[in-house]
């Protein structure tokens, strides 16, 4: 509930300054009179996100209707792609075979986001945050660490209480962009995780002992609230979400051997070496990168849109929207509900470019 | 002679002279379009020799090497850091091959503006392509192989959007440059009209001899000889030059140029699957998109019914050509086979026993079985390729002092029957 009041908060703000301020984006929105509905499908981390910009924007632009679903990211590609959605929000940029297959499709950043690991040690005070490792966590995915009080999570953890409680590994049921930023993490730290599981949206995990499957990140969340030793990678849109389930928060290990939560400083960290070095089509992997105070598991949140509209008006009000979304809609009071960072200035005009394609 | 009343009536002097005209003109006109004839088979014979193939080879081959770096640099990059020497060596080999052709296909320029704008992307797409390289590179060998693996996707699709696409434009465009160059320099209307003319001067030339021998009794007038026989001469060479030209350039392009091309275009639907597989492993979304593609080019290269290589070797030479494709056909079989666990391991996202079976060197490898498919039909255009060439080359020389013969002998026809018809002529002053 408490997410829900801030949302409207933000929401009720948002609206009340764009009003107040006579707002209109460069595409001189609101342009038809004639009401349009847009349909969004996707990454259950930006779900939140979607929901509170499609409640701000049709109070600003009472014409525009923003349906949205939580899908998954995989979906959210494919209903892009094939016309089903006009807008997919995927955790992950366009694979080299969804643009050699479709090359009219864009992947437009819409946020900075991350991926936080929780776990369910009842024991432990919330203000304790365990320090993982990527080799660590691939251990206790792979079933070779069986316990929380093992050795290695004692080495990472002077002076913490570690239970004697089994380790519950708990991963997606289903295709997730979540997947492939975790499996990412592990693998670019755990040489033998990557040569005999690697990464993926989808990945072959582990016959480990006591490992559960959950679908979506509110599964996950709920799955590890009634799984104690569970440990589970879960979007950070859902963190708040975890925190009031009781779930714990592991500092994770980047590659300066820092350990960090995911905090506005950490992701802002995290980010900023890799914005020079942007492409175009913003097509970038950030997990684990350079930044010594940056967190490991970072990203940009995308919506995947086609350049080729079925009409003029279509394009116009999705260039419209996607124009706000990276500006406006990255106000505080949209991104802070649900933990995102706003786009620096470099991918925003970037993101710009782009959307000028969509036609 | 049907004109015999007529001769009679407006008196034989006259019929001399309309006759030296008119001979004279049919001989000069016969010159004339022979030698244009000849002149354009032998220059479109010239330009298949010395451009069009030329050109087309170059394209062909700038898209192999464009195709070879993607699948090199991509391929190294899944085996991971440290490079090693001999692949970075081929692939910037590739590049610069692909370049070189770029530079010939530019300085042969051409007025075609689709033409150009693909030249232009390619100029243009390059060193964007390296660029993108240089930074997966780069970023994989300091540590961070994920970043460097975006920018090799990133890579990957430039090469695959932009620079291919354009490559296979202009390769398109130059082999159709090369056909139609063939069909130019073995078509029929220039010969039959030039015939057709020679067949004209000869009959004025026969009756024109039989009238006069009737009306002098002298039975052979020494100018008009010298005409027929220079006429009858340069025609049966004409004719055989073209016979042979026509000839040759069939078997050039019959047993040379065609299964060349079923064979490239064979070559680059297996680099495009080749590249489907390794472009799977890296990106990891778990579509199924380049399984999809893979499936859609091999269908395209066959061996079977209405493929490319059933194509090539339809029309393959006996000998090294007809070898190369048949091992081809073996070649791609067991490509396929082992294609088929590579993607069921992708399916079970088993990436790590899929990432060796991609680019493991052993026996039974995706890798392995491509390279000897690649090289079994690299070695088919090489031999295609040979044929082409010399029946081409043999082609363009039949038509060797034809152009000036027929000037000769045109010469010699209006000559004569002007000094033949001239003679009987001045019995009558």
Same mark, same amino acid.
């Given at each position: 509930m408490a997410l829900s009041f801030r949302t409207l908060l933000a929401v009720a703000a948002t609206s009340t300054m764009a009003l107040a301020a006579g707002v209109s984006d460069a595409y001189g929105q609101?342009?038809?009179p004639a009401s349009i509905k847009l349909t969004e499908t996707g990454s259950t981390l930006l779900y939140p996100l979607f929901g509170a910009w499609a409640s701000a924007y049709h109070q600003q632009f009472s014409s525009v209707t923003i349906a949205t679903a939580a899908t998954g990211s995989g979906t959210g590609i494919s209903d892009a792609s094939d016309g089903t959605a006009d807008l997919g929000a995927s955790d992950a940029f366009l694979s080299s075979g969804n643009l050699v297959q479709s090359p009219e499709l864009l992947n437009i950043p819409l946020a900075i986001a991350a991926q936080q690991v929780n776990y369910n040690?009842? !024991?432990?005070?919330?203000s304790t945050h365990v320090r993982l490792s990527g080799a660590v966590l691939a251990q206790m995915y792979e079933g070779?660490?069986?316990?929380?009080?093992?050795p290695a999570i004692r080495a990472l953890n002077p002076g913490v209480a570690l239970p004697d409680l089994p380790v519950r590994p708990l991963h997606r049921a289903e295709s997730a962009g979540d997947t492939f930023l975790f499996s990412s993490y592990l693998s670019t730290n755990d040489p033998a995780w990557n040569s005999s599981i690697g990464y993926g949206t989808t990945v072959a995990w582990p !016959?480990?002992?006591g490992a559960l499957a959950e679908e979506a990140n509110s599964g996950m969340v709920s799955g590890c609230q009634k799984t104690p030793g569970c440990v589970a990678y879960i979007g950070i849109s859902y963190l708040t979400q975890a925190l009031r389930e009781g779930l714990g928060e592991a500092a994770l290990r980047n590659a300066a051997g820092q350990f960090l939560l995911p905090t506005d400083a950490s992701l802002h960290a995290a980010v900023e070496p890799f914005v020079p070095a942007t492409p175009s089509n913003e097509t970038i992997s950030m997990v684990?990168?350079?930044?010594?105070?940056?967190?490991p598991i970072v990203n940009f949140e995308y919506a995947i849109v086609s350049?080729?509209?079925?009409?003029a008006l279509k394009a116009r009000e999705l260039k419209a929207f996607l124009a706000w979304a990276i500006t406006k809609g990255n106000a505080s009071e949209f991104l802070n509900p649900v933990r995102f960072d706003p786009l620096p200035a470099p991918i925003v005009t970037l993101a710009e470019a782009q959307i000028a394609r969509i036609r | 002679m049907s004109g015999r009343s007529g001769v009679a009536g407006t008196g034989t002097p006259s019929v001399l002279r309309l006759l030296m005209v008119a001979l004279v003109a049919g001989s000069i006109l016969f010159g004339v379009a022979a030698a244009l004839t000849i002149g354009q088979h032998a220059s479109a014979a010239g330009e298949v020799v010395s451009t069009s193939e030329p050109l087309s080879l170059a394209a062909q081959q700038m898209y192999q090497s464009l195709s070879d770096a993607d699948i090199t640099t991509t391929t190294a990059f899944l085996a991971?850091?440290?490079?090693?020497l001999s692949v970075r060596q081929h692939f910037d080999a590739d590049i610069a091959n692909a370049a070189a052709d770029l530079a010939t296909l530019r300085s042969a320029g051409g007025n075609s503006k689709q033409l150009a704008a693909s030249l232009a992307a390619i100029s243009a797409g390059l060193p964007v392509y390296a660029g993108y390289v240089q930074q997966a590179q780069t970023y994989s060998s300091f540590g961070y192989p994920l970043t460097g693996g975006s920018f090799m996707q990133v890579a990957s699709e430039e090469m695959h959007l932009t620079l291919l696409p354009a490559a296979r434009s202009i390769y398109s465009r130059e082999n159709a440059a090369l056909t139609s160059a063939s069909a130019q320099a073995t078509g029929l209307p220039l010969i039959v009209i030039s015939v057709l003319l020679a067949l004209i001067v000869g009959v004025i030339l026969f009756r024109a001899q039989r009238w006069l021998t009737r009306r002098?009794?002298?039975?052979?007038n020494y100018g008009l000889a010298l005409a027929s026989g220079a006429l009858a001469v340069v025609t049966i060479w004409m004719l055989v030059a073209f016979t042979a030209a026509r000839s040759d350039f069939g078997t050039s392009l019959g047993h040379g140029s065609t299964p060349a091309e079923a064979l490239a275009q064979a070559g680059i639907a297996a680099q495009q699957a080749r590249s489907d597989q390794v472009l799977n492993l890296i990106s990891?979304?778990?579509?199924s998109s380049f399984q999809a593609d893979f499936t859609v080019q091999q269908h395209k290269i066959g061996?079977?019914?209405?493929?490319l290589l059933d194509s090539a070797a339809s029309s393959a030479p006996a000998g090294a050509g007809a070898s190369a494709v048949n091992s081809a056909g073996q070649d791609a079989r067991t490509w396929y086979s082992a294609s088929s666990k590579v993607f069921a391991l992708d399916l079970a996202s088993s990436y790590a026993a899929e990432t060796k079976l991609v680019i493991?060197?052993?026996?039974?490898?995706s890798e392995a079985a491509f390279s000897t498919l690649e090289s079994d039909i690299t070695r088919g255009i090489a031999a295609d390729q040979v044929v082409f060439r010399s029946k081409a080359a043999s082609g363009s020389t039949s038509f060797n002092g034809l152009e000036l013969a027929v000037i000769i002998a045109a010469l010699l026809m209006a000559g004569g029957s002007t000094w033949g018809l001239s003679r009987r002529l001045a019995e009558y002053r």
């Amino acid at each position: 509930m408490a997410l829900s009041f801030r949302t409207l908060l933000a929401v009720a703000a948002t609206s009340t300054m764009a009003l107040a301020a006579g707002v209109s984006d460069a595409y001189g929105q609101p342009s038809s009179p004639a009401s349009i509905k847009l349909t969004e499908t996707g990454s259950t981390l930006l779900y939140p996100l979607f929901g509170a910009w499609a409640s701000a924007y049709h109070q600003q632009f009472s014409s525009v209707t923003i349906a949205t679903a939580a899908t998954g990211s995989g979906t959210g590609i494919s209903d892009a792609s094939d016309g089903t959605a006009d807008l997919g929000a995927s955790d992950a940029f366009l694979s080299s075979g969804n643009l050699v297959q479709s090359p009219e499709l864009l992947n437009i950043p819409l946020a900075i986001a991350a991926q936080q690991v929780n776990y369910n040690l009842p !024991k432990l005070p919330a203000s304790t945050h365990v320090r993982l490792s990527g080799a660590v966590l691939a251990q206790m995915y792979e079933g070779t660490i069986t316990s929380w009080d093992d050795p290695a999570i004692r080495a990472l953890n002077p002076g913490v209480a570690l239970p004697d409680l089994p380790v519950r590994p708990l991963h997606r049921a289903e295709s997730a962009g979540d997947t492939f930023l975790f499996s990412s993490y592990l693998s670019t730290n755990d040489p033998a995780w990557n040569s005999s599981i690697g990464y993926g949206t989808t990945v072959a995990w582990p !016959k480990a002992s006591g490992a559960l499957a959950e679908e979506a990140n509110s599964g996950m969340v709920s799955g590890c609230q009634k799984t104690p030793g569970c440990v589970a990678y879960i979007g950070i849109s859902y963190l708040t979400q975890a925190l009031r389930e009781g779930l714990g928060e592991a500092a994770l290990r980047n590659a300066a051997g820092q350990f960090l939560l995911p905090t506005d400083a950490s992701l802002h960290a995290a980010v900023e070496p890799f914005v020079p070095a942007t492409p175009s089509n913003e097509t970038i992997s950030m997990v684990n990168g350079p930044a010594p105070s940056g967190y490991p598991i970072v990203n940009f949140e995308y919506a995947i849109v086609s350049s080729h509209q079925p009409s003029a008006l279509k394009a116009r009000e999705l260039k419209a929207f996607l124009a706000w979304a990276i500006t406006k809609g990255n106000a505080s009071e949209f991104l802070n509900p649900v933990r995102f960072d706003p786009l620096p200035a470099p991918i925003v005009t970037l993101a710009e470019a782009q959307i000028a394609r969509i036609r | 002679m049907s004109g015999r009343s007529g001769v009679a009536g407006t008196g034989t002097p006259s019929v001399l002279r309309l006759l030296m005209v008119a001979l004279v003109a049919g001989s000069i006109l016969f010159g004339v379009a022979a030698a244009l004839t000849i002149g354009q088979h032998a220059s479109a014979a010239g330009e298949v020799v010395s451009t069009s193939e030329p050109l087309s080879l170059a394209a062909q081959q700038m898209y192999q090497s464009l195709s070879d770096a993607d699948i090199t640099t991509t391929t190294a990059f899944l085996a991971g850091p440290p490079q090693l020497l001999s692949v970075r060596q081929h692939f910037d080999a590739d590049i610069a091959n692909a370049a070189a052709d770029l530079a010939t296909l530019r300085s042969a320029g051409g007025n075609s503006k689709q033409l150009a704008a693909s030249l232009a992307a390619i100029s243009a797409g390059l060193p964007v392509y390296a660029g993108y390289v240089q930074q997966a590179q780069t970023y994989s060998s300091f540590g961070y192989p994920l970043t460097g693996g975006s920018f090799m996707q990133v890579a990957s699709e430039e090469m695959h959007l932009t620079l291919l696409p354009a490559a296979r434009s202009i390769y398109s465009r130059e082999n159709a440059a090369l056909t139609s160059a063939s069909a130019q320099a073995t078509g029929l209307p220039l010969i039959v009209i030039s015939v057709l003319l020679a067949l004209i001067v000869g009959v004025i030339l026969f009756r024109a001899q039989r009238w006069l021998t009737r009306r002098t009794h002298r039975r052979v007038n020494y100018g008009l000889a010298l005409a027929s026989g220079a006429l009858a001469v340069v025609t049966i060479w004409m004719l055989v030059a073209f016979t042979a030209a026509r000839s040759d350039f069939g078997t050039s392009l019959g047993h040379g140029s065609t299964p060349a091309e079923a064979l490239a275009q064979a070559g680059i639907a297996a680099q495009q699957a080749r590249s489907d597989q390794v472009l799977n492993l890296i990106s990891r979304s778990g579509s199924s998109s380049f399984q999809a593609d893979f499936t859609v080019q091999q269908h395209k290269i066959g061996p079977g019914g209405g493929t490319l290589l059933d194509s090539a070797a339809s029309s393959a030479p006996a000998g090294a050509g007809a070898s190369a494709v048949n091992s081809a056909g073996q070649d791609a079989r067991t490509w396929y086979s082992a294609s088929s666990k590579v993607f069921a391991l992708d399916l079970a996202s088993s990436y790590a026993a899929e990432t060796k079976l991609v680019i493991g060197t052993g026996s039974g490898s995706s890798e392995a079985a491509f390279s000897t498919l690649e090289s079994d039909i690299t070695r088919g255009i090489a031999a295609d390729q040979v044929v082409f060439r010399s029946k081409a080359a043999s082609g363009s020389t039949s038509f060797n002092g034809l152009e000036l013969a027929v000037i000769i002998a045109a010469l010699l026809m209006a000559g004569g029957s002007t000094w033949g018809l001239s003679r009987r002529l001045a019995e009558y002053r």
